[in-house]
């Protein structure tokens, strides 16, 4: 062989292995970020329920505020006055919960794209690992070994994990037809 090829044969190898070491980097640093925004993503999700709580709060002090007025307790001045200070409160935190809303929503498309790009075989195993976890919480329930305050909580946070793999919530935790097409990819 010339040496000419050789050294082109050997240029072309070695970008091989640059590439192939590119690529598992690439999944490796996917796989780190995802399973850090698995455990995140519980977070903003309580901070959404926080905010719609808030904003059913304040609808539900503008309903009271409108009972007081019709019994005679507060007059139509005040009235106008806290009902336009409890609208703008609720115009504020629906801002700032569609920002958390679409935020969330591209977040989680970015993710499950690069997921599947990088052709993770963990987000199946995650998923069992996910529904094996609820099943053993719904047992220890079941046994009375976990509160019911403590029981919701951790279901709570398993099953936003699930939907941030793009997987339906199901009370049962038996495999579903997506895990195992899933799995088998």
């Given at each position: 062989?010339?040496?000419?090829?050789?050294?082109l044969l050997?240029?072309?190898?070695?970008?091989?292995?640059?590439l192939e070491r590119m690529w598992r980097e690439y999944q490796e640093a996917v796989r780190r970020s995802l399973n850090s925004w698995i455990s995140d993503r519980t977070k903003v999700m309580r901070k959404i329920?926080?905010?719609?709580?808030?904003?059913e709060k304040y609808n539900d002090e503008i309903k009271e505020l409108a009972i007081r007025h019709n019994i005679g307790l507060?007059?139509?001045?005040?009235?106008?006055?806290?009902?336009?200070?409890l609208k703008n409160k609720i115009?504020?935190?629906?801002?700032?919960?569609?920002?958390?809303?679409?935020?969330?929503?591209?977040?989680?498309k970015n993710y499950m794209r690069h997921a599947l790009q990088a052709k993770l075989p963990f987000v199946s195993t995650t998923v069992k690992e996910i529904k094996?976890?609820?099943?053993?919480?719904?047992?220890?329930?079941?046994?009375?070994?976990?509160?019911?305050?403590?029981?919701?909580?951790?279901?709570?946070?398993?099953?936003?994990?699930l939907?941030?793999?793009?997987?339906?919530?199901?009370m049962s935790t038996a495999s579903t037809p997506s895990e195992e097409s899933t799995s088998s990819s």
């Open positions: 062989m010339s040496e000419e090829l050789e050294v050997n240029r072309y190898e070695a970008e091989i292995q640059r329920s926080e905010y719609t709580g808030l904003v507060i007059e139509e001045k005040e009235l106008t006055e806290m009902v336009e200070d115009s504020e935190v629906e801002r700032i919960l569609n920002n958390i809303k679409s935020r969330l929503e591209e977040l989680d094996e976890r609820l099943a053993k919480l719904e047992k220890l329930k079941e046994e009375g070994k976990v509160s019911e305050e403590v029981y919701e909580k951790l279901r709570q946070e398993l099953e936003e994990q939907r941030a793999l793009g997987e339906e919530v199901q």
